[in-house]
């Protein structure tokens, strides 16, 4: 889903966790996979209307969990990867 809203991504592996940013832009997204649910980490996410839903002790990254037992809203989902990619991206 983040390779078909954001076709130019470019992907990386960093401390075992995937990241997705834009060239010379910085990493906009990372996911973290633990057994009961898979967070996005939305690096900027503060910004959208209406933010990722789980609030992040680390000034602007918003997640959002997805629990294999909920339904995903794919479109709010593109929304905010779409929202996340234009923003600059962390460097790390």
């Known amino acids: 889903m983040i390779v078909k809203t954001v076709p130019d991504v470019q992907k990386a592996v960093k401390w075992n966790s995937p ?4 060239k010379d832009q910085g990493w906009f997204l990372g996911l ?7 967070k996005l980490a939305f690096f900027r ?14 000034g602007a990254t918003r997640y ?6 909920e339904a995903l ?3 709010q989902l593109a929304d905010w990867i779409t929202h996340a990619s234009r923003l600059p991206g962390e460097r790390m």
């Open 19 to 22: 990241l997705y940013g834009l």
């Open 45 to 58: 996410g503060g910004d959208p209307d209406p933010p990722p839903p789980v609030a992040s002790k680390a």
């Open 73 to 75: 809203d794919e479109a």
């Open 32 to 38: 973290h996979v633990f057994t009961r649910y898979i």
């Open 64 to 69: 959002l969990h997805i629990h294999e037992d």
